[in-house]
C-alpha cells in the first residue's frame, strides 16, 4: 500500500484567502483548512488597491501551518496558487514591483470601457472572446500605461497574481495559461498572446511570457524551511478554473456548472470558443481550461450583492446558526413582485448596496424590502433568475439542453440561492458540499505528479462518496 500524498492549496479569493491541506490516500481526498484569513481591497485617495505584502504574509504563515499539521517525517509533497482572475503585478527583471497593485473594482477602467464599447468592441471579442467588462486586465493595463506612461521605462514583466505568488515561492516567472485567458488579451484561437488586442490597448508584449499550462513543475520552494523539498506546480491559476475541474460531471456532458462565491460564473466546458453577436450580447467570456480547452461562462455578479448588504445592517450572521435563521426568514416571505436586474453598472462598487438596490427598485416604481431577510430574498432570487437566463442563453446557442446544473463553492451552502436557481431554470440544481476552488487546485498537482492519471478520472474518483444535495424545481 502507498504511503499518503501530501499537497498544499493556496486559494486566494477577494473577500478571503485559505491554505489548504490535502491528503491523498486510496483515492479519496480530504481537506483540512489549515489557514483561513480574510481579504479586503483598500481605497487610497480615489484608487483601490490590494495589500498584496500581506497576502503573501498570510500564504506563507499558511503554508507554515499546512507544514505542522503533518505527521512526523511527512513532507508537503507540492504547493499550487489560485486566485481570482485579471489581476497582475508590473515587475522588472529583478522581480522588484514597479507600479502599485491596484483591485479590479477600481473605477480607473471607466472611460476605457465606454471607450471600448463605443468603437472596437466586435474586434477585440473576435480576437479575444473576452467581452467587454470593467475588470479586465487589459482595461487597467492600458489605463496605467496612458496615464503613467514611464511605466513602460521601469516594467520588464506583467505577472497575474497567481504568478506572482509562484515567483515569490520558486523564483521562476512564468504565466500560466487559465489566468491569462481571463485577461482580453489571449487569442482565443491558440495559446499565445493576441496582437490584435495588446495594440489596440497599447500593451507593450515584451510583458508577457508564452502562457504555460497547468501541471507545469516550476522548482522547489525557496525561502521557507519547512518546505524547502516542496515542488511548486503551476496549478490551473484562475480560481473559477480550479472550481470548474472540481466539478463532479457526468463524462457524457448534459451539465451545467455553477461557481458561486463573490461571482456567481455559469458556464460549461467545451472544445471551441462560443463567438459571434448572440455570445458577444450575453457576455460570453471564453475562459480556459488547465489544458486549453474552453469554459465559455456567463458573468451573473453573485453574492458580492448580500455580502455588501449585510455591511449596510452591520447584522452579518455571525454562526451557520445564524445564516440558518436568516435563510428561514428570507424564505418565509412571498416571492418578491419585481426582481433585480443584477448587470446594474450600479452594483460594480456601490458605496452603498443598500442604497443601490433601492435606488433600482424605485426606478422601477418597485417597493423597497424592509429589513435584512427581505433584501435577501430579492437577492437569491434575482441570482436565480440570471443563473436560468444565462443557461437559457447557451441552450439558445449551442442547441445543446442542459439537464442539470452542478454548483459548488459559498453559495452551494445557501438553499434559498439553490431553490432559487432550480425553480427560474426549470432543472435540478446539484449542490456539492465541497472546496471547489481548492480542490480543483489539489487535482492538477495531482495530475502532475502522476498520483491519478487525468482530470477525468479525478473527478470519478471525487464524485464517489461526495456529500450533495439536489434541489428540484417548484413553482
Ligand atoms: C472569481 C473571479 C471571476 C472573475 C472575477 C474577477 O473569483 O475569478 O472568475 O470574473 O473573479 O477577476
Redesign the pocket.
Given at each position: 500500500m502507498s504511503s499518503p500524498l501530501y499537497l498544499a492549496a493556496v486559494d486566494l479569493?477577494?473577500t478571503s484567502g485559505r491554505v489548504i491541506l490535502g491528503t491523498w490516500a486510496k483515492h479519496r481526498l480530504t481537506l483540512t483548512e489549515a489557514h483561513r484569513f480574510p481579504n479586503a481591497y483598500r481605497e487610497l485617495g480615489t484608487h483601490t488597491y490590494w495589500e498584496i505584502g500581506t497576502l503573501w504574509h498570510e500564504v506563507q504563515t499558511g503554508l507554515r501551518k499546512a507544514a505542522a499539521l503533518l505527521p512526523r517525517g511527512a513532507k508537503l509533497a507540492s504547493v499550487g496558487v489560485d486566485t481570482?482572475?485579471?489581476?497582475h503585478v508590473l515587475l522588472n527583471d529583478a522581480g522588484r514591483l514597479v507600479f502599485p497593485v491596484h483591485a479590479?473594482r477600481d473605477t480607473r477602467t471607466q472611460a476605457g470601457l465606454a471607450a471600448l464599447a463605443k468603437r472596437g468592441v466586435e474586434r477585440i471579442y473576435g480576437a479575444t472572446g473576452i467581452p467587454n467588462v470593467f475588470?479586465n486586465t487589459s482595461l487597467q493595463l492600458a489605463e496605467t500605461v496612458a496615464r503613467c506612461p514611464a511605466v513602460t521605462d521601469l516594467a520588464t514583466r506583467c505577472l497575474f497574481l497567481p504568478d506572482y505568488f509562484n515567483y515569490l515561492l520558486s523564483g521562476r516567472m512564468e504565466n500560466e495559461l487559465t489566468v491569462a485567458s481571463?485577461s482580453q488579451l489571449l487569442d482565443v484561437h491558440g495559446f499565445d498572446w493576441s496582437r490584435t488586442a495588446l495594440e489596440h490597448f497599447r500593451i507593450p508584449p515584451s510583458w508577457f511570457g508564452p502562457p504555460v499550462r497547468a501541471g507545469l513543475k516550476l522548482g522547489k520552494v525557496t525561502g521557507l524551511v519547512e518546505l524547502a523539498a516542496t515542488q511548486v506546480i503551476a496549478v490551473p491559476g484562475?480560481?473559477?478554473a480550479c472550481a470548474y475541474d472540481a466539478m463532479p460531471a457526468a463524462p457524457e456532458g448534459g451539465d451545467l456548472f455553477l461557481s458561486s462565491?463573490?461571482?456567481s460564473?455559469v458556464g460549461f466546458e467545451n472544445p471551441t470558443p462560443l463567438l459571434g453577436a448572440p455570445a458577444l450580447a450575453a457576455k460570453v467570456a471564453n475562459e480556459r481550461t488547465g489544458l486549453g480547452a474552453y469554459r465559455p461562462l456567463t458573468?451573473v455578479v453573485g453574492l458580492f450583492l448580500l455580502e455588501q448588504t449585510m455591511a449596510d445592517f452591520r447584522e452579518r450572521p455571525q454562526t451557520p446558526r445564524d445564516w440558518d435563521a436568516l435563510i428561514t426568514a428570507a424564505e418565509k416571505l412571498p416571492a418578491p413582485a419585481r426582481l433585480l436586474d443584477p448587470s446594474d453598472p450600479a452594483f460594480t462598487a456601490p458605496k452603498s448596496m443598500r442604497a443601490a438596490i433601492d435606488a433600482q427598485l424605485k426606478r422601477n416604481r418597485a417597493a423597497t424590502p424592509k429589513h435584512l431577510a427581505g433584501y435577501t430574498r430579492l437577492i437569491c432570487d434575482s441570482l436565480g433568475r440570471g443563473h436560468a437566463t444565462a443557461a437559457a442563453n447557451f441552450e439558445q446557442m449551442t442547441g445543446r439542453k442542459f439537464r442539470r446544473i452542478l454548483m459548488v463553492g459559498g453559495g452551494s451552502k445557501n438553499r434559498l440561492l439553490c431553490q432559487a436557481t432550480a425553480n427560474a431554470a426549470g432543472v435540478p440544481v446539484v449542490s456539492f458540499n465541497l472546496e471547489g476552488t481548492a480542490v480543483g487546485n489539489i487535482a492538477s498537482q495531482l495530475v502532475a505528479l502522476r498520483a491519478v492519471k487525468d482530470l477525468a478520472t479525478f473527478r470519478r474518483h471525487l464524485g464517489e462518496g461526495l456529500q450533495q444535495k439536489t434541489y428540484r424545481p417548484r413553482d
Amino acid at each position: 500500500m502507498s504511503s499518503p500524498l501530501y499537497l498544499a492549496a493556496v486559494d486566494l479569493g477577494a473577500t478571503s484567502g485559505r491554505v489548504i491541506l490535502g491528503t491523498w490516500a486510496k483515492h479519496r481526498l480530504t481537506l483540512t483548512e489549515a489557514h483561513r484569513f480574510p481579504n479586503a481591497y483598500r481605497e487610497l485617495g480615489t484608487h483601490t488597491y490590494w495589500e498584496i505584502g500581506t497576502l503573501w504574509h498570510e500564504v506563507q504563515t499558511g503554508l507554515r501551518k499546512a507544514a505542522a499539521l503533518l505527521p512526523r517525517g511527512a513532507k508537503l509533497a507540492s504547493v499550487g496558487v489560485d486566485t481570482w482572475g485579471c489581476d497582475h503585478v508590473l515587475l522588472n527583471d529583478a522581480g522588484r514591483l514597479v507600479f502599485p497593485v491596484h483591485a479590479y473594482r477600481d473605477t480607473r477602467t471607466q472611460a476605457g470601457l465606454a471607450a471600448l464599447a463605443k468603437r472596437g468592441v466586435e474586434r477585440i471579442y473576435g480576437a479575444t472572446g473576452i467581452p467587454n467588462v470593467f475588470y479586465n486586465t487589459s482595461l487597467q493595463l492600458a489605463e496605467t500605461v496612458a496615464r503613467c506612461p514611464a511605466v513602460t521605462d521601469l516594467a520588464t514583466r506583467c505577472l497575474f497574481l497567481p504568478d506572482y505568488f509562484n515567483y515569490l515561492l520558486s523564483g521562476r516567472m512564468e504565466n500560466e495559461l487559465t489566468v491569462a485567458s481571463t485577461s482580453q488579451l489571449l487569442d482565443v484561437h491558440g495559446f499565445d498572446w493576441s496582437r490584435t488586442a495588446l495594440e489596440h490597448f497599447r500593451i507593450p508584449p515584451s510583458w508577457f511570457g508564452p502562457p504555460v499550462r497547468a501541471g507545469l513543475k516550476l522548482g522547489k520552494v525557496t525561502g521557507l524551511v519547512e518546505l524547502a523539498a516542496t515542488q511548486v506546480i503551476a496549478v490551473p491559476g484562475h480560481d473559477t478554473a480550479c472550481a470548474y475541474d472540481a466539478m463532479p460531471a457526468a463524462p457524457e456532458g448534459g451539465d451545467l456548472f455553477l461557481s458561486s462565491g463573490t461571482w456567481s460564473l455559469v458556464g460549461f466546458e467545451n472544445p471551441t470558443p462560443l463567438l459571434g453577436a448572440p455570445a458577444l450580447a450575453a457576455k460570453v467570456a471564453n475562459e480556459r481550461t488547465g489544458l486549453g480547452a474552453y469554459r465559455p461562462l456567463t458573468n451573473v455578479v453573485g453574492l458580492f450583492l448580500l455580502e455588501q448588504t449585510m455591511a449596510d445592517f452591520r447584522e452579518r450572521p455571525q454562526t451557520p446558526r445564524d445564516w440558518d435563521a436568516l435563510i428561514t426568514a428570507a424564505e418565509k416571505l412571498p416571492a418578491p413582485a419585481r426582481l433585480l436586474d443584477p448587470s446594474d453598472p450600479a452594483f460594480t462598487a456601490p458605496k452603498s448596496m443598500r442604497a443601490a438596490i433601492d435606488a433600482q427598485l424605485k426606478r422601477n416604481r418597485a417597493a423597497t424590502p424592509k429589513h435584512l431577510a427581505g433584501y435577501t430574498r430579492l437577492i437569491c432570487d434575482s441570482l436565480g433568475r440570471g443563473h436560468a437566463t444565462a443557461a437559457a442563453n447557451f441552450e439558445q446557442m449551442t442547441g445543446r439542453k442542459f439537464r442539470r446544473i452542478l454548483m459548488v463553492g459559498g453559495g452551494s451552502k445557501n438553499r434559498l440561492l439553490c431553490q432559487a436557481t432550480a425553480n427560474a431554470a426549470g432543472v435540478p440544481v446539484v449542490s456539492f458540499n465541497l472546496e471547489g476552488t481548492a480542490v480543483g487546485n489539489i487535482a492538477s498537482q495531482l495530475v502532475a505528479l502522476r498520483a491519478v492519471k487525468d482530470l477525468a478520472t479525478f473527478r470519478r474518483h471525487l464524485g464517489e462518496g461526495l456529500q450533495q444535495k439536489t434541489y428540484r424545481p417548484r413553482d
